[in-house]
């Protein structure tokens, strides 16, 4: 994918998102899936964390990809936060993914929920989106997500579904690199919400 294709990709973005458009076709859907469990686990290509600006592992799924992982996922870490200073919120880095059956992990920072003037929402789908890019441009074919932002970062369950899986359709739109997405849901209540929501649109 070159530097062109991508800012067409980018605005065929925008043009959807000014329309509300979220139908999502069943030829889309087919590349979705949802599951409840432990994204530490799963074999797919990459994995995507819910890091923090820091790069330097935190609690919740961050936390768990870095204990499963091993050191080897904090020592890239560290040399990104060395040449680059972290990760902003909305960016994405990819790592190796250590001792995981992955082979990358895509540390993605998610917004803080903070009452929802702060841009929350477009970071939030910035994070699904360059976490996509990186995996495009790694040739990756299958990837899962947490739900990001949802734990610590107290980000509304049902909005962040929402655009978890209006995000990842527009993307999948557009590309033919990636044939699965797995969004990999910890709580029964974000996993009944994406299952209704998928179902429902
Ligand atoms: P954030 O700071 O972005 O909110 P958290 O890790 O606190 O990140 O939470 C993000 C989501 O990840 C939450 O819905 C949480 O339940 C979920 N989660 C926690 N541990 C795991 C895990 N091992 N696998 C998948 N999801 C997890």
Known sequence: LNNKSLRSIRG??????????????????????????????????A????????LLGGGGVDGAIHKAGGKEILDECIKIRNKQGGCSTGEAVVTTAGKLKAKYVIHTV???WSGGQKNEKELLEKCYYNSLRLAVENKVERISFPNISTG?????????TEIAINEVSKFLQDDTIITEVVFV??????YRG???????N
């Open 12 to 45: 065929k973005d925008k043009i959807r998102r000014e329309k509300g458009n979220i139908m999502i076709k069943s030829s889309i859907k087919d590349r979705i899936k949802v599951v409840k469990g432990d994204i530490t686990k799963l074999e797919v290509d």
């Open 47 to 54: 994995i995507v964390n819910a890091a923090n600006s820091s």
């Open 110 to 112: 998610g917004p803080v």
């Open 152 to 160: 610590i970062y107290r980000f509304p369950k049902d909005l962040a």
């Open 185 to 190: 849901c910890f709580d029964d209540e974000n």
């Open 194 to 200: 994406y299952l209704e929501y998928i179902g429902k």
